[in-house]
Structure formats: structure tokens, C-alpha cells
Nanobody, 113 residues
Framework: EVQLVESGGGLVQPGGSLRLSCAAS????????MHWVRQVPGKGLEWVLT????????NYADSVKGQFTISRDNTKNTVTLGMNSLKPEDKAGYYC??????WGQGRQVTVSS
């Protein structure tokens, strides 16, 4: 059974930083790209970042370039989203995704003073 379990996130002041981690199991993690997607309440899903299977190639949405980072550890089957200089508009539910079909449970990120 494929499982994606997220951790991290929470409340941070504007300009602050947070990390989200996603622990994967049930599939050959090192063979697949991983993605982070976010959803603002009342709006659709927004793709944020992708990292390829080996971790050497990353793609970022324009909205987070220079602000967010993505990394993975194929020995631990984890992918991490680093978020810096957070703004109120980054408030959303953040979800990791694998193979297009599998989703983490989501973690809320709130940016507020």
C-alpha cells in the first residue's frame, strides 16, 4: 500500500521559514519524481515544485522561485519542502504527491503576525 505521510508546517510570522517533510512507503521511492502541491481555501490546486527521481533536477512554479526549495533523501524515502521568506499569500494546505495518483494527508501552513 502506498503511503505518503507529511509532517511539519504550522504557524509562522511573515518573513519566517518552515519545512515540510513527506515520508513515503509502499513503492520504489527512488524511481519516481515527487511533487508538492498547495491549495488555498476556496481555490484549486496549485503545483509548486517537482524533484526528479535522482534529486538532480528540480522545477519550481514561478510563484515560489527563489523562495522555496525541494530536496529528497532516497535512503530514507523522504522529500522535504523548505519555505523561506513566507508571505500571507503562501497560506495553504500543502500536499506531497507521487506518481500523480498518491497524496499525502496535507499539512496546513499559516503565515500571520
Amino acid at each position: 500500500e502506498v503511503q505518503l505521510v507529511e509532517s511539519g508546517g504550522g504557524l509562522v510570522q511573515p518573513g519566517g521559514s518552515l519545512r515540510l517533510s513527506c515520508a513515503a512507503s509502499g513503492f520504489t521511492f527512488s524511481s519516481y519524481a515527487m511533487h508538492w502541491v498547495r491549495q488555498v481555501p476556496g481555490k484549486g490546486l496549485e503545483w509548486v515544485l517537482t524533484i526528479n527521481s535522482g534529486g538532480g533536477t528540480t522545477n519550481y512554479a514561478d510563484s515560489v522561485k527563489g523562495q522555496f526549495t525541494i530536496s529528497r533523501d532516497n535512503t530514507k524515502n523522504t522529500v522535504t519542502l523548505g519555505m523561506n521568506s513566507l508571505k500571507p499569500e503562501d497560506k495553504a494546505g500543502y500536499y506531497c504527491n507521487a506518481r500523480g495518483s498518491y497524496w499525502g494527508q496535507g499539512r496546513q501552513v499559516t503565515v500571520s503576525s
